[in-house]
């Protein structure tokens, strides 16, 4: 997936492999191996060459357009500190209480 | 003030309510293809003003920055989740404390950190993680 995407962008920027690998400071053998799809680049390249290109990494990953269920769903902590993982309970409990709210809004 | 806050809310037609969210969770954001967004927040910080401003203005960071199922991303412990945060957390910092009033205010006078935090209006701890941030982007 990453593949298609990464020589689209790379094509429409004009660049070769191996400028683009020099721009990364990757080898060319790298590059080449991430167009076929033989390798997923790590997640720090990834950021790297979304930066890069000026696109989010779930573009690379073709998921931009919508997440597994097509839903955003975040949570704030009081710290505002990273929250750890919330289990999947308390996940589809907001996500009920929001489906609520759409539908009573829906009702008004 | 919070009102500002709704206002932007209001008019990214977002649908805002209080309810009892589960365990710490005082905020949360829900965009599902095809319906509104909706903001949720704690009921119990519905008169906590400064608190309730800082935590709107991070979920509306959200509404912002984040294109993707953030909460999924972080049971698969998605290095992606961490950065989401952040730039959603950054855009509400931005929000309450921008960069260049905070350089005006301490090249003016010298603020202890309460003071600052009673200054711009935010918790310490939002207060906190916004400096944080700053000094890790550059941007003070």
């Given at each position: 997936m990453v593949g298609k995407k990464l020589r689209q962008l790379r094509a429409e920027k004009n660049l070769?492999?191996?400028?683009l690998a020099k721009i990364l400071n990757l080898s060319k053998q790298t590059i080449s191996a991430y167009e076929k799809d033989w390798v997923t680049p790590p997640a720090d390249t990834l950021e790297r060459i979304a930066d890069f290109f000026n696109v989010t990494v779930d573009y690379l990953?073709?998921?931009?357009?919508?997440a597994e269920n097509g839903s955003i769903v975040s949570g704030a902590s009081r710290d505002f500190e990273l929250p750890d993982t919330l289990p999947a309970e308390a996940r589809q409990q907001i996500i009920d209480y929001a489906e609520y709210v759409i539908e009573k809004h829906k009702g008004n | 003030m919070p009102e500002q806050l709704f206002a932007t809310a209001e008019k990214e037609e977002i649908l805002v309510d209080y309810c009892d969210l589960p365990l710490d969770v005082l905020g949360a954001y829900y965009n599902a293809e095809g319906k509104p967004p909706v903001i949720l927040l704690h009921e119990k910080i519905r008169h906590r003003r400064t608190?309730?401003?800082c935590v709107l203005a991070e979920e509306l960071?959200?509404?912002?920055?984040?294109?993707?199922?953030l909460l999924l991303l972080a049971r698969e412990k998605h290095l992606m989740y961490y950065k989401y945060e952040k730039l959603a957390l950054l855009w509400a910092a931005q929000?309450?404390?921008?960069?260049?009033?905070?350089r005006t205010a301490t090249q003016e006078e010298y603020f202890l950190e309460h003071e600052m935090a009673e200054y711009f209006d935010v918790t310490h701890r939002f207060l906190h993680t916004a400096?944080?941030?700053?000094?890790?982007?550059g941007l003070i």
């Open positions: 070769k492999q191996t400028e990953l073709g998921r931009s357009d919508s | 608190l309730l401003r960071g959200h509404h912002f920055t984040t294109p993707c199922d929000k309450l404390i921008p960069p260049d009033s905070l400096l944080t941030l700053y000094l890790q982007k």
